[in-house]
């Protein structure tokens, strides 16, 4: 990573942020007012109660790419989570951003991801269909706002408004409308904060790498096709002459950390300068603009689009990716089914939030209710649950071994 310039370090939350950095003393605050905290700052506590929330834990079996059962050294949603984490603290601190908040959101932003990953969340959001749909950003947003059975004086977590802010990334005009202050920007088009722009695009850098490594460890991408993408050889290819007997697994790291460490400075390089050229003096002022400061400059841009769309040709439209998703989306319809018509096959909690969801308004009520008890699921355990309600003998076929 490029030597952020010697300005002075903040020390703690607060002290040493850029005036347009969110900061907790002049923020929107919480739903629910609660006393401060001796000694840990309101962002820090937004972490802290991600970290202890049910669905940070059950992160750890949910699908990035691979299904949870490939093999134990692939990527997790935890995982991810926490190297997007990672990415997006560097570069707060570089920024003299709010390092707290960035994690927090980092840390929460893939929370409503039901299981087997974008193949889950298209099947749900299929079956929701004639029910509003289903959406992960949102689902990630009602977790923490409504499903979290935490505490005895409110639903939910009751994050400040920053940090829902950057857990809703994306978000339908329609939904907008319902969701009161946080919805506001999508209509109006304006942009979050830097720290949830900030944790945007280091989940992008961060998927696009890790993928990489996975794809690789996998056998699904090979270097020699890897090296058709400019960010990928222009790392590797020096490494490999430089160290012809070096082990592969050593050079396939080093050549990773070195696109992180190029897309990463860039990305700070990038964001400073569009810092300078707009100089906004307040969060609020972030707001308002009509394009996201975090940004990368063009040319590595399009070397990282390339790397995506590589990605997406080679890895995540790969058959045996596309056979096990869409494997992994049949037994999500099927399941989702069996609970519409038996609520009482979930367990008594989510059948009773059913029935009192029906009883207020009606059959999408009852829908919803099965969509969030789905979305909680491990990959796991959505198996183990079809296999107790569907078919005893289903899989995903032949294992693979990292
Ligand atoms: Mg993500």
Request: a neutral charge.
């Amino acid at each position: 990573m490029k030597k952020a310039r010697s300005r002075r370090r903040p020390t703690t939350a607060g002290a040493g942020l850029a005036p347009f950095a969110a900061c907790a003393e002049s923020g929107r605050g919480r739903q629910y007012p609660e006393p401060t905290h001796a000694w840990r700052g309101e962002f820090q506590r937004d972490r802290d109660r991600v970290i202890h929330s049910g669905g940070f834990r059950r992160l750890v079996y949910k699908t990035q790419v691979f299904i949870n059962h490939e093999g134990d050294l692939y990527r997790t949603r935890l995982t991810h989570s926490l190297e997007v984490a990672q990415i997006a603290r560097t570069v707060a601190r570089a920024l003299h951003l709010n390092e707290d908040l960035a994690e927090a959101i980092a840390l929460a932003h893939d929370l409503g991801h039901p299981p087997f990953g974008h193949a889950g969340e298209a099947a749900l959001d299929e079956c929701m269909k004639p029910w509003g749909g289903f959406e992960h950003n949102l689902q990630s947003l009602r977790l923490v706002d409504e499903l979290e059975d935490r505490y005895l004086a409110f639903a939910g977590l009751n994050l400040c408004f920053e940090t829902r802010e950057g857990i809703l990334k994306h978000c339908s005009r329609r939904n907008a409308r319902r969701l009161g202050a946080v919805g506001e920007r999508f209509l109006l088009r304006q942009q979050p904060g830097l720290e949830a722009q900030v944790v945007n695009l280091a989940d992008e850098i961060a998927y696009n790498n890790h993928d990489v490594d996975d794809g690789l460890r996998s056998g699904l991408l090979s270097e020699q096709a890897l090296e058709a993408v400019p960010l990928f050889r222009r790392h590797h290819v020096p490494l490999l002459d430089a160290h012809p007997a070096a082990s592969r697994r050593a050079l396939i790291h080093e050549t990773i950390r070195g696109m992180i460490n190029e897309v990463v400075s860039d990305m700070v390089a990038t964001t400073a300068a569009n810092i300078a050229a707009h100089a906004p003096a307040s969060i609020d002022e972030v707001r308002a603009l009509t394009a996201p400061l975090v940004a990368l400059s063009p040319a590595t841009r399009t070397a990282h689009r390339a790397l995506k769309r590589f990605l997406h040709r080679h890895l995540y439209r790969h058959e045996r990716v596309l056979h096990l998703t869409s494997r992994a989306q049949e037994m999500l319809k099927e399941l989702f089914a069996c609970y519409m018509n038996s609520p009482e096959a979930m367990p008594v909690e989510h059948a009773m939030r059913a029935l009192l969801q029906e009883s207020e308004c009606g059959e999408a009520g009852r829908a919803r209710a099965v969509a969030d008890y789905l979305a909680g699921m491990t990959d796991r355990y959505a198996l183990s649950e079809y296999r107790r309600l569907v078919d005893a003998t289903a899989d995903f076929g032949q294992q693979q071994h990292a």
